[in-house]
């Protein structure tokens, strides 16, 4: 059985020792983990709420590391942000897991209760806040880039978006596409997938989308790669991604290649940013029990670089 919170000794975070009694402490967990944004994110909401006893930080953890880490958290803790590689170790510590961290089969986000560490995924909301933002409403057919762990995240943000229509997998490896596809049939979405060098080589209707998955660098540039260059004449038969909106969920590095290309095919262009502001506000109102409205939002927003 699972140690409960508040069984274990105290650890202290990385970036404070000065606490008071009462302090409601918050942190991010991943390996490497000094590139995370998080910490900005949750403190500029925790300002913008009035949380003055709370304070987040970040702990450089391995899978390995995950559950002696989490068992020796005292009851000051309210919630834990993974990043990788994390996401499939917390089933090992996860009391209960959310129906949308299980059909992801990954979780971003711990959760203290009285009987255990509740488990969530809160990539999903993130992509799908993400994509209102933006104008999207129900996308009349998509195309998801990629077949890792974030392709299941926005297949299941798709399910949750009402997708009309076809979505397509494109991915570098068909095998693989055509496994994930299999995976998740539960979703109810009509599936098909192709070989990523062809995914904009075919008609795309009024209100699609498009969510590239896929990492800075090699990744990003080949899913850029089918798209017009940048020395290539631009004009409306070159922009066959005119009623298009693209989500990039890499955030670092802006505009990526992919981005990039995306834009001068005439697609609206959603930043990682976007998703990854998102995400972070639905993992604060886990943690915090507070509801994060426009001017919070606003505040975590502000604390995010400039693209």
């Known amino acids: 059985m699972r140690r409960q919170p508040g069984r274990g000794r105290q650890l202290l975070s990385d970036d404070r020792s000065d606490r008071q009694p009462g302090t409601q402490r918050a942190a991010v967990l ?18 913008a709420l009035g949380l003055d006893g709370w304070e987040y930080g970040r702990h450089e953890v391995d899978a390995v590391g995950l559950a002696p880490f989490v068992e020796d958290l005292d009851d000051s803790w309210r919630g834990l942000s993974l990043t990788m590689p994390l996401k499939e170790a917390a089933f090992e510590v996860a009391d209960e897991v959310s129906e949308t961290a299980r059909r992801c089969r990954a979780i971003n986000t711990l959760v203290p209760t009285p ?19 933006a104008g999207v409403g129900e996308p009349s057919t998509a195309t998801v880039i990629g077949a890792g762990a974030t392709a299941r995240s926005a297949l299941v943000a798709l399910a949750q978006l009402g997708v009309r229509g076809e979505v397509v997998v494109a991915a570098r490896d068909e095998e693989k596409g055509a496994a994930l596809a299999d995976e998740m ?57 005119s009623e298009v909106t693209v989500l990039d969920v890499v955030y670092a590095g802006w505009p990526t290649p992919f981005a ?39 505040a975590m927003a502000a604390a995010l670089p400039a693209l």
Do not use: C, K
């Not at 944004?37 to 949750?42: F, K, R, V, W, Y």
């Not at 809160?122 to 992509?127: L, N």
């Not at 075919?202 to 260059?229: K, M, Q, Y």
């Not at 697609?267 to 994060?292: I, K, Y």
């Open 30 to 47: 991943g390996s490497p983990v000094a590139h995370s944004l998080s910490p900005a994110l949750h403190r500029a909401a925790y300002d």
């Open 115 to 133: 009987a255990g560490w509740v488990g969530d995924n809160t990539d999903v909301h993130g992509i799908v806040a993400a994509l209102h933002a």
């Open 185 to 241: 049939t539960g979703l109810g979405l009509h599936l098909t997938v192709e070989h990523l060098p062809g995914w904009p080589h075919r008609p795309f209707p009024s209100g699609s989308v498009v969510i590239s998955t896929l990492p800075a660098g090699g990744g990003n540039l080949a899913a850029a790669a089918p798209l017009p260059g940048p020395d290539a004449p631009v004009d409306a038969a070159d922009q066959p991604l």
């Open 260 to 298: 990039s290309a995306a834009l001068r095919a005439g697609a609206t262009v959603v930043p990682g940013t976007a998703m990854l502001l998102h995400q972070a506000v639905r993992q604060v109102q886990l943690m915090t029990g507070r509801s994060v409205g426009p001017d919070v939002v606003a």
